[in-house]
């Protein structure tokens, strides 16, 4: 069986995209994922990794290209040869939401050049924020944001996501000047959130509900 365009895995949060499957050959499958390793979509991309030998026979790798909101690795899948071999695990916002508000920048067409193989997860997003805010709820975030002008900004994964336009949301809901502040994934970001450097974050709950547990971030 041969396909003639690459493919998308999404899932709430995640998408795979291959290029052209030769049943008869055992190459190595290539799995790009646009964000750091340690985050959520890389996990998730290592659980379908993980399985895929055992149901293909034959060997799989993971490689990371972090940036621009998933851009980045998009982009490398697209400039990868359409054999099937060349899959990218994403958040859906990547296929939407770049080609809606980066359109000048995004290279490829999500329906033209790739192909969606499956949903693969979803999870929820939620808003921590650091500690020297005194706030333990979103009313009294919103609260300090209006009393600390130019001091309120949110970490998110990248630009253009789901997590920036919560972000985004939340302050034109609320009437509040709550700027971006863009990190290359998950990790960083909540690293920066526990050390007071962004005063909130959005992220995956999974990622920040222990430090919440630990009483290091609310």
Request: glycine share 12%; no cysteine; hydrophobic share 45%.
């Amino acid at each position: 069986m041969t396909l003639h365009r690459r493919h998308f895995l999404m899932s709430a949060g995640a998408v795979l995209l291959p290029a052209a499957v030769h049943a008869q050959s055992k190459p190595t499958i290539r799995i790009v994922v646009g964000f750091p390793a340690g985050g959520a979509t890389d996990a998730i991309a290592r659980v379908v990794a993980d399985r895929l030998p055992g149901l293909l026979g034959q060997p799989v790798i993971i490689e990371n290209k972090p940036g621009a909101g998933g851009r980045l690795a998009a982009d490398l899948v697209l400039a990868a040869p359409a054999d099937g071999l060349t899959f990218m695990v994403a958040p859906n916002a990547t296929p939407t939401f770049q080609m809606l508000v980066f359109a000048h920048q995004v290279r490829w067409d999500i329906l033209k050049d790739f192909t969606a193989v499956a949903g693969v997860a979803s999870y929820p997003l939620g808003m921590g924020v650091a500690l020297d805010t005194g706030a333990t709820n979103a009313r009294e975030f919103i609260e300090w944001v209006k009393k600390h002008p130019g001091k309120a900004s949110f970490g998110t994964p990248g630009t253009g996501g789901q997590n920036h336009f919560l972000g985004v949301q939340l302050a034109k809901t609320a009437g509040i000047d709550l700027p971006v502040t863009p990190y290359k994934g998950s990790p960083p970001m909540v690293n920066d959130l526990l050390g007071g450097h962004v005063p909130s974050a959005i992220s995956l709950m999974d990622g920040m509900m222990a430090h919440h547990r630990a009483g290091k971030i609310r």
